[in-house]
């Protein structure tokens, strides 16, 4: 299709931008007016004005062509009938899988940080690992929407703002865009507490004149003069807080808004690192320093990487005044963050690994995990924690959450180091392993090859690495443990049975569903398979309790009337879909088509597993599980429509939960499937049974 001019001064900056790449970018403006051509915004705006605005957005960072392109592009996969394969075929691979990022993004619909879908939240980080441009697209997406939120039902506007001052200006702050950060901060307050963010706009916008001329009568000139007289060159700029952090700042202090005096700042911008330190005595040497108001963010970067020399002072009529010092360089990248990095377009990736090892120690942490609060906490840590800067005895930097401890930075630098850790020395002296990590603290940790961890640690450590080694280790410990104490209690079967225990484990593999060596001695260790039970399995001479086996044949294939057992894992009944399983030492043995065990013979010795034909009948076994509120009586009543359905109960176990469930387990007689499904009928009809089913492990 052809854009007319209108359509043409919508893009001019991005075309004047990639001069060189115009065909591919008209290519990519022509596809996204083809495929939004029938959808309108909620403010009855062509759609394709979004993703304009927010390559616009994408531009204003400096970023790529191929990132602008792909958030031209950005909500075709999930809003069009567009698929990958044509836009790695029209844009290249690059763009199709930042795009295929984004949309993946934006199916995340969290309630709260407090409980969101896990996997979303690990799907999110895991692509932002592996591209950085997939969340910068997804930042400018919510920024444009953020912009123009207004259009939205209120209980929609609420739903996005909160979400947004959980996870996304939180995430744009770790990246380092602070132009990114504060927009969307400011906005999320706009929405949120429209009342107190109209009272902070009000006494910005009285208090700011009177601000601007004492800073531009008192502060910048002599400043300024100075700085000429040196011959340092230098932009000398101030700047108010944004509104959210004046807002925070009367919280956090317990002050009024009239109390808050810096709500400008000036910033002294310079051309090399040493002016930066040149600058900082000339403005000491104006004005008197605050004492404790001083940061070198040039010595000690923070994580997201942002550089600047931070100092307050006071000025005439006794006012405290903030300066920031840094180099150009510095304060591009203290707007822009991660996308003031950028080198796509030498053809070079910024180091995400080395500039953002945070986002790689979330990723560490939530790869494998399938435990919701340790995700949560990863993820939390990670994006909301103040830091603690520490040295290493070689004099290496290593940034942690405040509160850390000695055995936190021990697994910070090596998983070994910490589970070896004896004793940490800070400053030279000797200090509990519980001691909290000081600005500039430099850590040596002491180890020794027989020391492990020690449970004790799990009530101190802060990080999420620290906490998931640690229970590695001790769980690791105990099951050596166990295996160790399983050993030596078979060892007393050796002369029994004129075997080793090796030998003996191989045939308690066969006559149980245990399927590992270190389950079965891990279960012997703790009670769960008792040397009475082993001997009875292993001694078939042994004077056992009969059981009433149900009557039948089996057929496999052409052959008739095939020796077998009933396995006791699933106890299959008449009626039931089931399968034979080839032993060594019982023959064919029959599991329920569900049988946990079933399904992993199927997976590993397939060979072993034979369709077979079973005709039985008598009495089986088999189990159900009742959930149920619970209330006076009920475990009687439902006894008693087993009772009346003509079954036997051969064990009953019931449970009262704390939350008003009753949890109940029976093993009973059966005739078969149609009886035993009467049954479960029969017990969910009676009053407060919220669910009844059968049980196959």
């Known amino acids: 299709m052809l854009l007319d001019d209108k359509d043409v001064r919508n893009y001019t900056d991005i075309l004047n931008a990639f001069p060189d790449k115009r065909e591919i970018i008209i290519k990519a403006i022509e596809f996204i007016y083809e495929k939004h051509k029938h959808q309108k915004r909620k403010s009855g705006e062509p759609y394709v004005n979004h993703p304009i605005e927010v390559a616009k957005i994408l531009l204003d960072m400096n970023m790529d062509l191929e990132t602008v392109i792909a958030g031209l592009l950005h909500d075709t996969l999930e809003d069009t009938d567009t698929t990958y394969e044509e836009i790695e075929g029209m844009f290249g691979k690059q763009v199709a899988d930042i795009v295929n990022g984004v949309s993946k993004i934006s199916k995340i619909k969290p309630k ?27 930042l400018a997406d919510r920024l444009h929407n953020m ?11 609420i739903r996005i703002a909160k979400e947004t001052m959980s996870i996304y200006a939180p995430i744009a702050h770790r990246l380092g865009m602070w132009d990114i950060k504060t927009e969307l901060e400011d906005l999320c307050f706009m929405y949120l507490f429209p009342a107190e963010y109209e009272k902070v706009r009000k006494f910005v916008a009285r208090s700011r004149e009177a601000l601007e001329t004492y800073i531009k009568k008192y502060i910048i000139p002599p400043i300024k003069k100075e700085l000429d007289r040196t ?45 930066c330190y040149i600058v900082l005595g000339i403005v000491h040497n104006i004005f008197k320093p605050v004492p404790g108001k001083f940061d070198d963010y040039i010595s000690l970067p923070k994580p997201n990487l942002y550089q600047s020399l931070h100092t307050t002072v006071i000025g005439p009529k006794g006012r405290m005044v903030e300066i920031q010092i840094r180099t150009y360089e510095m304060h591009e990248r203290a707007e822009k963050g991660i996308a003031a990095h950028w080198a796509y377009k030498e053809g070079k990736k910024p180091k ?35 830091e603690v800067f520490v040295f290493t005895p070689a004099g290496d930097i290593v940034v942690l959450p405040a509160g850390a401890t000695p055995v936190d930075f021990a697994y910070h630098i090596h998983t070994d180091i910490g589970n070896h850790c004896a004793g940490a020395k ?58 160790s104490q399983g050993v030596k209690l078979l060892e007393k079967l050796k002369e029994r049975f004129n075997m080793p225990v090796e030998n003996i484990v191989e045939m308690i593999k066969e006559k149980t569903r245990y399927v590992s060596e270190e389950d ?36 496999i294939e052409d052959l008739k009337n095939v020796m077998y057992s009933v396995a006791d894992c699933c106890k299959p009944v008449a009626g039931d879909k089931v399968y034979g399983v080839l032993t060594r030492l019982k023959g064919v043995v029959i599991h329920h088509e569900e049988c946990p065990n079933l399904k992993y013979i199927k997976a590993k010795f397939p060979e072993k597993v034979l369709e ?39 064990e009953a176990k019931a449970k009262s939960l704390t939350t008003g469930i009753a949890l109940m387990d029976f093993i009973i007689d059966v005739r078969d499937k ?24």
């Open 112 to 138: 709260n940080i407090a409980d969101p879908e896990v996997e979303n939240y690990r799907k999110m980080l895991i692509a932002m690992s592996k591209d950085i441009r997939v969340i910068i697209v997804k």
């Open 147 to 157: 912009r123009t939120l207004h259009f939205l039902p209120k209980e929609k506007i």
């Open 231 to 275: 011959g340092i060159k230098a932009d000398i700029k101030y700047r108010s807080k944004h509104l959210y952090s004046i807002w925070q700042k009367t919280i956090r202090k317990g002050i009024k808004l009239e109390d808050v005096h810096d709500i400008l700042g000036v910033r002294i911008i310079v051309n090399e690192v040493r002016d």
């Open 352 to 386: 995400i690994k080395e500039n953002f090892s945070w986002l790689q120690e979330i990723i560490e942490n939530i790869k494998g995990s399938k435990n919701t609060a340790d995700v949560i906490n990863s993820i939390k840590e990670n994006l909301f924690f103040e």
């Open 426 to 483: 800070v400053n030279g002296r000797i200090v509990p392993l519980s001691y909290r990590l000081q600005q500039g603290d430099q850590v040596e940790i002491l180890t020794h090859p027989h020391k492990k961890p020690n449970p004790q640690w799990l009530s101190f450590v802060v990080t999420s690495k620290a906490k998931n080694k640690i229970k590695q280790a001790l769980n690791q410990e105990k099951k050596e443990k166990y295996r």
């Open 520 to 555: 079965i001695l891990i279960n012997i260790a703790k009670g769960k398979l008792s040397i009475k039970q082993i001997i009875n399995l292993l001694s078939p001479s042994e004077k056992k309790v009969k059981e009433e086996k149900p009557e039948g044949s089996l057929s």
């Open 612 to 650: 077979v034909s079973w005709n039985a009948k008598g009495k089986f076994k088999a189990r159900l599980k009742v959930l149920a509120k619970d209330r006076m009586g009920i475990l009687s009543e439902i006894t008693s429509v087993i009772s009346e359905k003509g079954a036997n109960i051969r």
């Open 674 to 697: 149609d009886h035993l499904n009467s049954i479960i009928s029969a017990i969910r009809e009676v009053e407060n049974v919220e669910e009844c089913g059968r049980v196959f492990t």
